[in-house]
């Protein structure tokens, strides 16, 4: 079976193009619900990206964001522009973004929730990390300190997109962003905040069943990983994230996209060299 991406790509002949350009165009592609469509003529030229509303196909604008932090944000390949038309909607509450190093999984995701959080949609971003140290590495032991400063190394995926600790350090004083560990998440009720998972590939199936229990009224709940980042066994035999994604693709409230191109730098993508 082929892995599901979260899209699909098509070439269309002329008229399959103009039909799928109509008002009521009708979801003939196979799409399951919220899938993308990512639409090409003969000659391979990309003519538009669409969203599987069920029946129905949607086009899908070209989004760019603007926050104090990163300044203005641009998709930069079709894969981003899903992602981030996929953390604006609003009737889905369950997102998952996976892809490996530097495709812009908590890039993007904190670009759209701190401008969310600006234009006040969420009181605060609740961010939640199993706190795995990466495999085949020396524990560091007892970290000393708050709660707070002990959380802090694994907030840094965050950290780098606010301006380093001393902007995160500003958004958790002000009670813009919670820093938790997992093992404390349990009985919580997360109302009206962004819950952002980083490092998802560390997390059981009943992992992310916790934590989709804790999504409140008005909360929606935000998921990345790298399968191939997993870094203990037990994510590998029972990977929170494969599962949910299969289980849940074609809900009417989760949405799903793979981000498959390195774009954090041309030093990055030499990574993908040494497999």
Known sequence: MDEYLGFKEVTL????VSSLFQPDSHNTFGCVMNQYLVANDAQGNNIGLFRSNDERMVKVPYKTVKGR???????????????LDLLYNNDITVKIITGKFGTGKDFLMCA??????EHNKFEKIV????NIEVKNSKPIGFLPGSYNEKMMPFAMPMADHLGGIDGLSLM??????????????????????????????????????????????????????????????VFQKN?????????????????????????????????????
């Open 172 to 233: 958790i004083s002000h009670g813009q962003i919670e820093i938790v560990h997992l093992g404390f998440i349990r009985g919580r009720d997360i109302k009206n905040s962004i819950i952002i998972c980083s490092e998802a590939e560390n997390m059981t199936k009943e992992h992310i069943q916790l934590l989709l229990g804790r999504v409140g009224e008005g909360s929606a709940l935000w998921i990345n990983g790298d399968f191939k980042q997993c870094d203990a066994e």
């Open 69 to 83: 932090f990163l300044g203005t944000v641009k998709p930069r390949n079709i894969q981003q522009q899903m992602a």
């Open 112 to 117: 759209a929730a701190t401008d969310l959080l």
């Open 13 to 16: 002949n002329d008229e399959e």
């Open 239 to 275: 990977s929170g994230l494969m599962v949910a994604v299969d289980k849940l693709k074609g809900h009417p409230r989760f949405g799903y996209v793979k981000l498959l191109k390195t774009e954090r730098s041309e030093t990055a993508a030499m990574a993908d060299l040494l497999d």
């Open 127 to 130: 961010y939640v990390r199993n």
